[in-house]
């Protein structure tokens, strides 16, 4: 493999300055289905006990944590996977039950349910005749 010495010179660059080479925020799906809500997000790489969910009044924290696959004393030829701590926020309405969300990560991907607040479903209400 040929270097690049532009590609070296962005690289020493940017992390003196201590970005992230193409930082990406965690992507997202969310829907409802029945009851609940589910957020899936693609956390690839990262192992469930590099993810961490955190609930707090209404606001759900994902944070995720990549490591490098190199180890110290490895050379290193390409390296343009994106790696730190990323993190993204989610706000939850009030009809979401917070208490309740449930989180499973597996293959490259969280999922989040979150259930709808029992009294915020829509009922049907009796009329009684006077």
């Known amino acids: 493999m040929g270097l690049d010495a532009s590609r070296d010179v962005d690289r020493a660059v940017e992390e003196a300055l201590g970005r992230n080479r193409r930082t990406v925020a965690v992507p997202l799906e969310?829907?409802?289905r029945d009851d609940h809500y589910v957020v899936v997000a693609d956390v690839p790489g990262?192992?469930?006990?590099?993810?961490?969910?955190?609930v707090e009044r209404n606001v759900v924290t994902i944070t995720v944590r990549r490591r490098p696959a190199f180890e110290p004393g490895d050379t290193v030829f390409i390296d343009e996977r994106?790696?730190?701590?990323?993190?993204?926020?989610?706000?939850?309405?009030?009809?979401?039950?917070?208490s309740g969300l449930s989180a499973e990560c597996g293959k490259g991907v969280l999922t989040l349910r979150i259930p709808v607040d029992e009294s915020s479903t829509s009922r049907h209400v009796e009329i009684s005749s006077t």
């Open 82 to 98: 994106p790696r730190g701590e990323f993190v993204r926020q989610l706000f939850l309405g009030e009809s979401l039950d917070s």
């Open 30 to 32: 969310a829907y409802r």
């Open 46 to 54: 990262a192992e469930p006990a590099d993810v961490d969910v955190r």
